[in-house]
Nanobody, 122 residues
Framework: QVQLAESGGGSVQAGGSLRLSCVAS?????MGWFRQAPGKEREGVAD???????SYVDSVKGRFTISKDNAENTLYLQMDSLKPEDTAMYYC???????????????????WGQGTQVTVSS
């Protein structure tokens, strides 16, 4: 098991920025961020492999950046040019599996943080 603790959510106006952080009890091969808006399914936002390979959902490409500090076991999500449709609860996730490629498939991630709320107003 991996314990995950997110921080950094909040309220911001459209066009603003936020940085989410997630401290993990240990590093894993695949880590990432999911989000869930009211009335919608959870959506994989970004993921990062232990060697630094990243991927993003199309809706956040060019605006969000996922990164990781392996020495501090900390995952980040820098969110710029935020839009009202980015409003959601954001979850840090980690996988204890060893896939060749990480992805945003929800079944891959068996460890979830409690979530941090991001609200973007227009």
């Amino acid at each position: 098991q991996v314990q995950l603790a997110e921080s950094g959510g909040g309220s911001v106006q459209a066009g603003g920025s936020l940085r989410l952080s997630c401290v993990a009890s240990r590093n894993t091969r695949c880590m990432g961020w999911f989000r869930q808006a009211p009335g919608k399914e959870r959506e994989g936002v970004a993921d990062i492999r232990s060697d630094g390979l990243t991927s993003y959902v199309d809706s956040v490409k060019g605006r969000f950046t996922i990164s990781k500090d392996n020495a501090e076991n900390t995952l980040y999500l820098q969110m710029d040019s935020l839009k009202p449709e980015d409003t959601a609860m954001y979850y840090c996730v980690a996988s204890t599996y060893f896939p060749a490629v990480c992805s945003n498939h929800i079944a891959l991630y068996d460890n979830w943080g409690q979530g941090t709320q991001v609200t973007v107003s227009s």
